[in-house]
């Protein structure tokens, strides 16, 4: 209970004149540390925007703005504080409180000024902000999962096969190594890609091959320049002995003798681990003739015994046995061979596959994160040409803050680089308000090697610091979280499970111990048991639930299990079922696995595809209906139908149905309208409306198992939903790939009790942990067609390899072979800080549990395999598990795939008479689609009308129309869409029309006249009719003559006489056509004065109006008052 | 506030004394003129001047149409929004054809930004032409390009007589007094633009801008803990207050119209009761519909069209078979069902429409009997895929307007939109499907001769932007975004999704334009100080709009938390009760119904004279022991998955090529004595035209779709095999190949085969080697115990006369090569002599005559039980049923194999 141990280290972290990296340990509160000092930077800057937070996650950024918000709001209303901790930060809020006053920033108000984020939405911003710098053009869809989109770039690349292009020859012959099977290089390609910030480095878009290939020979040589270097270095005291040694062996063995500046190249080094070691990595015990040492006397003898003692000697020295492995698999890289043919042709055809990404993306408008930040990138421009990002945001950023940096992959890394440029100078410049930079992270805790984090970069940043800004290194040691002893327990051994040094060319992490600052609870806090013999699992499962039982039981305690993998946990999960006890076990399986689900999908499949005829035979199946194995044969083979006759045909003959049983029978009864029903409504009704529909009436809810499948069922009916804001549609592959995305509901998302793996679990705090079959190994991935690896060699020089499997045997000194083990390597480093993960996330009490195989010559437990999370803490393990012996008797987990009864409805039989055809129609609207066909006559006639009405508007009517008219007409034609050769041809028509409306004593003349009275153009009115039906209309021209007093109502057509249809026949057909319209003005003009009325029709084109006699209105009684206008 | 959606009381002197009412949009402009009306048809009249409402910037408009008749302006033609945005798109895929240093990944954005600066530029009136502020764009590069593209932009607007809107209303500022002034009043505008500032001033005699009198109602603050939960609280919130006072007028806002209308109006309806029956009497406007190209009749003419392009795809032609609005009388005929089975057994996904055309006019019936129509139909499909073929025009480039006029003829082709009648809804898609191609049409007026496919991209754009929403009467509740909703009256209203991150939004200034000159001119989401102005006039807008406004924001969304929006900080919390997610109906019937059990394992047993015409030889067995219901399912209901697609050959298909192979080549070389004098250069040779029978042997359709690169690494890739498994041959001691793929027929329990031996050895002393060729791993224990996995060995082995001298799969795989098998001779290294400890894990018998007796019984057992219809849901392993695919069918519980899958 120690709480100065790092109190030094806590009060420098919130000095803003300096910069630093801190270590921080799980529990050690971070978080608050980062907001101190982001209060305490947001007091010095003159915008907030300038202080940037980087988090990992967005969850991370939303919970740090509002903890920094809580602070600020606090300090406002001035709550009291009660630790002289919580002190610190009041007055640092109080500090920003005044500065957000002094430069008006409305923080309270405005929460999104804090420029609090992760790295793909800064990224976002920046892309946002210059379009054309991150060549990025402007906001595009960002997909979480692109790799739709990888196959799409693999696809096209593969047609680059059939047309002779440069690389063919290359994925010609990448195809052929791996069995022309292009399945398979596809997901190795696609898995490329989904990584490429890694390698695009190197054998991105812009890079010749040439120069790829140069660049990996080179990395190479380095690499096993490097090494040998550095065992030379490690043997240099006994170099003596060893080249008389080896001297000696060579003479025996007829072999090449060596050069003298030893050890200088890798063959000698070989020769040396052949000498020290036996084939398996272990010191030699012994040496014999096989290695070149004969039995014998004289120079023999004395040759083996200052072999002795130079083993007694070299065996002391640290760090020389695994230097002496790992030249064993060092690569040889011969030109010519398989292996290093493979690595060219891959890095001539990497470029062009990217290339083909860009392509795919530019196609939907859509790309991935790491195109976002590559864009971010190219943005920032080079270190030859910065981009002044001061302008583009109109602010310079002061202060940067990073979490989780032990996750950091090499594209943040690049970013920090590029947004710290010239910041040495800077500081500099102004030692009294410097810019400055802190990194937190705990490399204890880096797990995401396997989606390319890499923890070597929080090394290399730390020893290196970032463009003239020193880090200086702060480390926290206490514990909030842990009690003392969980917090000692894993002290002891993890002290033990991590490698001794800190070695950033294997991202290797010490481990750092902790300081508990709660003080000891429990006696025995870590609780160890092992299982044993043939029931051993079954036996350890028990055991777990029967724990969590208790705690479900009693108290108010959290408890987790956490698992290495989802299927590790799936035992445990089915116990706590069988046994009613609900827990939160979020994304232990995927929806698809939900039978309710299941049967939903069965449903849409059958209503996407009449030919699936595996899902209608389903659907038949389904519990909704369950027809029976006789009925369904009785089905498909009924009559003399040919085998392949859709389903939904059969059902439909009543003669196959009288064929079925009774049973049968009924059960269509009830299928049959549900289906009759889908069908008239498809594309009629809402996606999901209509699959839900159909869905209730067959009886979906019925059948399910459970309530909280209903929750399935719910959530299936929401991605449909979704599927219809995305304008998909019934996409069945889309479905079926969400529906194995998309996590099944959980018992009981209150529960204390919770399942999850340890990856997701980083970052949260249980009382009770328990973590179970630390003996299972993760599934292996099989052989990988690919490897790569990027690592920082001791130079901090970034190293980037790949290597195609090469079919070798694997001790081969290939390139593939060493990347294997250099994977493999890192991987057992990770599983230490999983479990470590793990352990630290116990408040009170840790519970770790396995299997354990017996050695039973000796009487011992076996060692577990080197992969399993037992490995590293096996010492502890072993020395204090409490061993469980599994009786013969007891029961193993039920895991039969027993046949199951079919589970059904209950169905009565329906009342036959009752007709099952009947279906409620659709709304049908009796009209058909009537449509002027011809869209020029319709534009000539619009501009006729335009015209016509501005004439008329005219206190002198004109004898002819001018140029200016006519460059007016042709712009309102062009607004109506018509360009080119019909263009001119309507302004013909136009002008033809109106030069005829306005020649000398034409009727057109009359019409527009502006010596009417009461005269209107396009004259709009509002009416009502009988129906209380409000309508607006416009009237083309109407006016009373002066000369009898009459009301003209007139409309405009530019219709013509069909082909041989007479002028006469003509005016007929049109005025039967409008007479309905025309009688509706007539009605509605008739309320607004009492003049007789006559109605026309005038016909543009042909000059001629036609008086509609039928209509005509003789003057009204006095009942109507004339309206005034 | 009875009045409904907008009090006009106040407006009325402004009536009476001749103003021209303008609106920020025409929802307000219709809603103010409906009131208008309603109140002319309450006084009793019958005809009325309309009255003079409009949104400001078609008032504008019509101003500058009326002074270009006027002779005012010259008359310039200006584009509409989309025709300016295609200017945009081709002046800067111009522009980057010149500029080697930048290529842009989303170019169509980068138009919609630039497009958007300048008609901001416009309306804050920033002369463009002056040097200083040239300058100030050329600081940086995205700036300074956009200034690059805008000169281009104007030169091509000069250069053909066009204009913008925005230029229109720039124009009429220079009009001060010379066309007659009106009196305008201005309603509800939070901000107005220089621009419009200046044009309003020029045009009018008079500008009021009316105050709306503030009637600060309460305002409720609700928190949920989802977006879901929230957006069922709002749909129960509507539908209460609905049922108590069905007059009420209610507004729900929707912060993110686009993603959250869709669960809305579902949520909506549930709560309405207008799922089913009622679906068209939902009482709800909504202020968007979806996009034309989503509506199904749309969607389909779309998708006709194209198949007037190179490929398409099998999901495209199954989607168009099941169409109501095509002419396809026989999409759902037994010829059609055969159809789509055949092109998801061909494996590509995508297809070449010439393909496509071919298997569509020539799929045939070879079930004489079934098919009255007799063979060799063809679907009406691959007839309308003809005759698109024979618009030899499709491939000549043209203008917009006549790719209009033919795709219209195109769509005649498929009869559609079909002969069924169209539902009110759809006669409205159509109609707006005739304005859509008016538009398309108008891209005359940017584009030239185009091809089809870029007509057809242009077409789908054109839908896509086309906003199809049901025409209904007013409703008493309304659902709209954000601005659209401001300025309008309810009695209740509700802002969903008032997020602390959202509300204000983060500035979005547009990155043409230099930031400096943005914040100096206030320019719009210019800055948080701007965004926060905005915010706030908003809530306050709303809030004096409404007797009640509530607001509510989610706790969480995906995962992350969330705050209020800070622009409530004077709304009062609220809780209301979350709803349960399920329906409360279906929890009601989940819990009443107990479902009954049957135990159906047993089909009706296999008629006599259904034995005869059984397909499947020994396949049948295989499936009865792995897994009864299988064979059941598969040989007898004649049900299999339909084929999953791939981009090569299938591994099945694979398999046939190697087999195919194989007995070329053992029928070129007959024995071990033949292959032994084979010299490499001779063996290269016979490998090779081993590797072409197999080749010619396969259909020709699948030949031509894998393409000739894939055909020539697979022949290099089989060859390098062939030559693998030799060495493997060349390993053994004398023997001479006496059958290959010999069809034998055999009687098993009732039940009669055919089947086809791959291969069978004769060996010196006439003991007979029954071969099978495998591409997979193989083992003897596949061969043992009750239920063997791979039976069909055994069938061959006790089909012979006397036993077989030996039984050995022929593991034929890359870098793997090795026979496997057991026998009473060693007639290859991996055949196995030693009986007893061979199958001692799985059986007792020692002896391999004995074995062969077992063997027989066990095979007997198995067709016996398959002749009496056992089907049974028994699979021999979990591993069975991941590549059975049955699985809806058969009902296994999926999650019970997944206790195995990683136990080591
Ligand atoms: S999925 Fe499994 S249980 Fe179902 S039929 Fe296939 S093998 Fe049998």
């Given amino acids: 209970m120690n709480t100065t141990v790092d109190a030094t280290a806590r009060a420098a972290a919130i000095n803003p004149l300096a910069s630093f990296c801190v270590s921080a340990p799980a529990g050690s509160g971070k978080t608050e540390l980062l907001i101190q000092r982001y209060l305490c930077l947001l007091s010095r800057v003159s915008r907030p925007e300038q202080v940037l937070a980087i988090t990992f996650t967005r969850k991370a950024a939303a919970e740090m703005r509002e903890r920094v918000m809580g602070a600020l709001q606090s300090a406002c209303t001035g709550e009291p504080c009660v630790s002289p901790h919580q002190q610190v930060t009041r007055d640092l809020a109080t500090a920003a409180i005044a500065a957000d006053r002094s430069g008006n920033w409305s923080l309270l108000q405005n929460s999104s000024r804090f420029n609090i984020k992760t790295i793909d939405s800064f990224c976002a911003g920046l892309t946002r902000q210059m379009p054309v710098l991150s060549q990025f053009g402007g906001q595009a869809k960002v997909q979480d999962d692109a790799t739709l989109l990888y196959v799409e770039a693999v696809l096209e690349l593969y047609t680059l096969l059939d047309e002779d292009h440069p690389v063919a020859p290359d994925i010609k012959a990448l195809l052929l190594h791996f069995d022309n099977n292009w399945e398979r290089v596809q997901e190795l390609l696609v898995s490329l890609l989904a990584r490429r910030e890694q390698w695009r480095g190197y054998v991105g878009v812009h890079h010749r091959p040439g120069e790829s290939e140069t660049y990996l020979i080179a990395t190479v040589a380095a690499l096993v320049s490097d090494e040998v270097g550095e065992l030379a270095h490690l043997l240099s005291p006994h170099s003596a002995d060893l080249l008389a040694l080896l001297q000696f062996s060579a003479t025996n063995l007829s072999l090449p003798v060596l050069p003298h500046n030893f050890p200088s190249d890798l063959r000698t080094c070989r020769r040396i681990r052949q000498l020290l070691l036996t084939k398996d990595g272990n010191w030699r015990k012994s040496i014999t003739k096989r290695e070149g040492f004969p039995n014998g006397r004289g120079e023999q003898q004395q040759r083996k015994e200052q072999w002795q003692a130079l083993m007694t000697q070299v065996q002391q020295i640290p760090g020389l046995q695994s230097r002496l492995v790992a030249i064993q698999t060092l690569p040889e890289l011969e030109t010519g061979s398989t292996s290093w043919d493979l690595v060219l042709h891959l890095s001539r055809l990497l470029p062009t596959l990217a290339a083909q990404l860009l392509l795919v993306f530019q196609k939907h408008g859509a790309l991935d994160h790491s195109q976002v930040a590559q864009s971010a990138l190219l943005a920032l421009g080079n270190d030859d040409a910065p981009t002044d990002l001061a302008l583009r945001l109109d602010y310079h950023l002061e202060h940067i803050l990073v979490d989780e940096f032990q996750d950091t992959a090499i594209t943040q890394f690049e970013l920090l680089h590029k947004l710290t440029r010239g910041w040495g100078e800077y500081n500099a410049q102004y030692p009294q308000a410097p810019r400055t930079l802190m990194i937190v992270g705990d490399g204890m805790q880096s797990i995401y090697g396997f989606r390319g984090a890499n923890v070597g970069l929080f090394l290399k940043a730390r020893r290196e610091g970032f463009n003239g800004v020193p880090l200086q290194h702060l480390e926290l040691r206490c514990n909030f979280r842990s009690d003392a002893g969980v917090v000692d327990w894993v002290n002891r051994t993890f002290v033990q499970a991590f490698p001794p040094q800190d070695d950033v060319s294997r991202s290797q992490i010490r481990y750092s111990p902790a300081t508990a600052v709660r003080p000891p609870v429990h006696v025995s806090p870590v609780g160890m048991h092992a299982f044993k013999g043939v029931h051993a699992r079954t036996q350890e499962v028990d055991f777990i639930c029967a724990q969590i039982a208790t705690c479900a039981a009693e108290g108010t305690q959290t408890l987790a299990v956490l698992g290495r993998s989802r299927s590790h946990l799936q035992p445990i999960y089915h116990r706590l079922q069988q046994l009613n006890i609900p827990c939160n076990a979020a994304d232990l399986h995927s929806l698809a696995q939900s039978p309710v689900v299941a049967d939903l999908f069965t449903l849409c499949r059958a209503l996407a595809n009449d030919a699936d005829k595996l899902a209608w035979m389903a659907l038949l199946r389904a519990p909704w209906c369950g027809l029976q194995l006789a009925d369904l044969l009785c089905l498909v083979q009924y009559g003399a139908a040919p085998p392949d006759t859709p389903v939904w045909s059969s059902l439909q003959s009543a003669e196959l149905r009288e064929a079925l049983s009774v049973d049968g029978r009924t059960r269509l009864q009830y299928l049959l309208p549900a289906l009759r029903w889908a069908r008239a409504k498809r594309d009629r009704l809402g996606l999901r409306v209509w699959v839900e529909q159909t869905w209730l009436q067959l009886g979906g809810p019925q059948c399910a198992p459970d309530v909280k499948s209903l929750r399935d069922a719910e959530h299936f009916l929401q991605l449909l939903e979704q599927a219809e804001v995305e304008g998909l549609g019934l996409d069945l592959e889309w479905l079926s790939r969400r529906l194995q995305t998309s996590s099944m509901s959980v018992d009981d998302p209150d529960s204390r009790i919770h399942l999850m793996t340890l990856h997701k679990a980083k970052g949260l705090e249980f009382d009770r942990v328990i973590i179970p079959e630390l003996d299972r190994l993760p599934r292996s991935d099989g052989r990988a067609l690919l490897l790569w690896d990027e690592h920082t060699n001791t130079r901090g020089e970034r190293l980037f390899l790949l290597a195609a499997d090469d079919h070798c045997p694997g001790d081969a000194p290939t390139l593939y072979n060493y990347l294997k083990a250099q994977q493999r390597q890192k991987t057992l480093l990770e599983t230490t800080r999983l479990l470590y993960v793990g352990a630290t996330r116990a408040v009170s009490e840790l519970l770790l549990t396995a299997c354990v195989w017996w050695d039973e010559k000796a009487d011992v437990p076996r060692e577990p395999s080197r992969h399993s999370l037992l490995s590293p803490l096996w010492q502890e393990f072993k020395q204090h598990m409490t061993l469980h012996l599994s009786d013969a008797a007891s029961e193993p987990l039920d895991r039969s795939v027993s046949a199951r009864p079919l589970a059904r409805l209950r169905r009565d039989a329906v009342d036959t008479s009752a007709d099952i055809d009947v279906i409620d129609s659709p709304p049908v609207a009796g009209r058909t689609v009537a449509r002027q066909n011809n869209p020029v006559e319709r534009s000539i006639g619009t501009v006729v009308h335009l015209a016509l009405e501005e004439l008329s508007r005219r206190q002198v009517l004109p004898a002819n129309t001018g140029a200016q008219d006519q460059r007016r007409w042709r712009m309102a034609l062009q607004q109506q869409g018509l360009w080119g050769d019909v263009l001119e041809t309507s302004v013909q028509e136009v002008h033809h029309a109106i030069a005829q409306a306005l020649s000398a004593n034409h009727i057109g003349r009359w019409v527009l006249s502006a010596g009417h009275s009461g005269a209107h153009s396009e004259w709009a009115l509002t009416t009502v009719n009988a129906q209380g039906v409000i309508k607006d209309i416009v009237i083309d021209r109407s006016f009373v003559d002066r000369q009898t007093g009459r009301r003209w109502l007139i409309d405009y057509k530019n219709s013509r006489p069909t082909p041989g249809e007479s002028l006469h026949d003509f005016v007929v057909r049109e005025s039967a056509n409008y007479m309905e319209q025309l009688q509706y003005y007539r009605d509605a003009v008739r309320t607004m004065g009492a003049e007789p009325v006559h109605c026309a029709l005038y016909f543009t084109a042909l000059g001629h109006l036609h008086t509609v006699t039928e209509l005509d209105l003789p003057a009204a009684d006095n009942g109507i008052n004339p309206c005034v206008h | ?904």
Wanted: net charge negative; charged share 20%; proline share 5%.
């Fill in chain 2, 1 to 904: 506030m009875a009045q409904g959606l907008y009090n006009i009381t106040p407006l009325e002197p402004l009536i009476a004394a001749g103003y021209t009412l303008l609106t920020p949009n025409f929802r307000l402009a219709r809603r103010i003129k409906s009131q208008w009306d309603a109140r002319c048809v309450a006084a009793g009249r019958q005809v009325w001047d309309p009255l003079s409402v409009q949104p400001l910037e078609s008032w504008l408009l019509a101003q500058w149409e009326l002074a270009v008749s006027l002779d005012l302006l010259p008359p310039v033609t200006p584009l509409t929004s989309a025709q300016a945005l295609e200017l945009w798109r081709q002046v800067i895929s111009e522009h980057e054809l010149h500029s080697p240093d930048y290529h842009l990944l989303q170019p169509a954005a980068a138009a919609e930004l630039a497009c958007h600066a300048r008609d901001i530029l416009r309306r804050w009136q920033v002369d463009m032409h002056g040097r200083g502020t040239r300058q100030l764009f050329d600081l940086d590069r995205d700036c300074g390009t956009f200034l690059r593209w805008l000169d281009l932009f104007e030169q091509r607007l000069v250069a053909s007589g066009q204009c913008t809107l925005v230029d229109c209303l720039t124009q009429l500022t220079g009009l001060s007094g010379q066309i007659p002034a009106v009196k305008v009043a201005l309603l509800e505008f939070t901000d107005l633009a220089p621009l419009e500032h200046a044009a309003l001033h020029a045009l009018s005699a008079e500008v009021r801008e009316i105050e709306r009198q503030t009637t600060q109602g309460e305002c409720l603050l609700h928190a949920c803990s989802d977006k879901r939960a929230e957006l069922q609280v709002v749909a129960a919130w509507a539908a209460a207050l609905h049922r108590t006072t069905p007059t009420t007028t209610i507004g729900i806002v929707l912060g993110d119209m686009g993603k959250d209308r869709t669960a809305l109006e579902y949520l909506l309806r549930r709560e309405f009761d207008c799922l089913g029956r009622n679906y068209r009497s939902l009482p709800v406007n909504f202020s968007t519909g979806i996009s034309l190209a989503q509506a199904p009749l749309v969607r389909d003419a779309l998708a006709v069209l194209g198949m007037g392009l190179q490929h398409t795809t099998v999901t495209t032609v199954v989607g168009l078979l099941r169409s109501r609005f095509l002419d396809l009388p026989d999409a759902h005929s037994t010829l059609a069902q055969r159809f789509v089975t055949q092109l998801y057994t061909s494996g590509r996904e995508v297809l070449a429409v010439s393909d496509l055309r071919d298997a569509a006019a020539n799929v045939s019936g070879d079930y004489a009997q079934g098919l009255a129509q007799g063979p060799a139909q063809g679907l009406a499909l691959g007839r309308h895929l003809l005759t698109l073929l024979r618009m030899r025009e499709l491939r000549r480039r043209a203008r917009p307007s006549l790719w209009a006029a033919r795709i219209s003829e195109m769509l005649s082709i498929w009869g559609w939109p079909g002969s069924e009648a169209l539902d009110s809804l759809e006669f409205q898609q159509l109609e707006l499907w005739y304005r859509v191609l008016d538009e398309f049409r108008a891209f005359d007026a940017v584009c030239g001769r185009i091809a089809f496919a870029d007509a057809l991209q242009l077409l789908r754009e054109c839908c896509t932007r086309q906003i199809s929403q049901p025409q209904t009467a007013d409703s008493p509740v309304q659902v709209l975004g954000p601005l659209e909703a401001a300025g309008l009256t309810f009695e209740h209203l509700w802002l969903c999704g008032m997020q602390g991150t959202r509300w204000p939004a983060a500035p979005r200034p547009n990155p043409f334009i230099p930031l400096r000159l943005q914040s100096q001119l206030h320019m719009p989401h210019a800055s948080p100080e701007r965004e926060w102005d905005f915010g706030a006039a908003l809530v306050q807008q709303y809030a004096n709009s409404c007797l009640t406004l509530h607001a509510s924001y989610c706790r969480q969304a995906e995962g992350v938390p969330d705050q209020p929006s800070a622009l409530l900080q004077n709304f009062t919390p609220q809780a209301l009760p979350e709803l349960p997610m399920v329906a409360i109906e279906w929890t009601r019937s989940c819990l009443e119904v107990v479902l009954e059990e049957v135990a159906d394992h047993r089909a009706p047993p296999l008629l006599s004279a259904q034995r005869s015409t059984l397909k499947g030889g020994s396949s049948v067995l295989e499936d009865q022991s792995l897994c009864p219901f299988r064979a059941f399912a598969r040989h007898r209901l004649g049900v299999a998955p339909l084929g999953t697609f791939s981009i090569a050959l299938s591994a099945a298909q694979r398999g046939s090529l190697l087999h195919g192979a194989l007995f070329a080549l053992w029928g070129e070389i007959g024995d071990s004595a033949t292959l032994l004098d084979l010299g490499a250069i001779q063996q290269e040779q016979t490998v090779e035209r081993a590797v072409q029978a197999a080749f010619a042997a396969l259909p020709a359709g699948r030949r031509r779709t894998i393409g000739v690169a894939y055909r020539e690494l697979e022949a290099q890739r089989l060859a390098a095999l062939l030559h693998e498994w030799l060495a493997v041959e060349r390993e053994r001691s004398a023997f001479s190949v006496v059958q290959r793929e010999h069809a034998i027929t055999l009687q098993i329990a009732q039940l009669p085969m055919v089947l086809r031996v791959d291969r069978v050895d004769q060996l010196p002393d006439g003991s007979r080697v029954i071969i099978d060729y495998k591409s997979g791993v193989c083992t003897v224990q596949d061969l043992l115990g009750n239920r063997p996995a791979r039976p069909q060995l055994l069938l061959y082995g006790i089909a012979e006369p006397d036993a077989a001298a030996a039984l050995a799969f022929a593991q034929v795989r890359p870098r793997d090569c090795r026979y496997v098998g057991l026998g009473r001779v060693a007639a290859a290294k991996g055949i196995s002599v030693d009986i007893a400890r061979t199958v001692q894990s799985r059986m007792d018998e020692d002896d391999w005559l004995v074995l062969n007796t077992r063997w027989r019984q066990i095979l007997e057992r198995l067709a016996d039980a398959f002749v009496q219809g056992d089907a049974l849901v028994d699979p021999l392993s979990p591993a069975t049923c991941l590549r059975c695919g049955l699985q809806p069918l058969c009902r296994v519980d999926k999650s019970a194999g997944l206790l195995e899958d990683s136990e080591e």
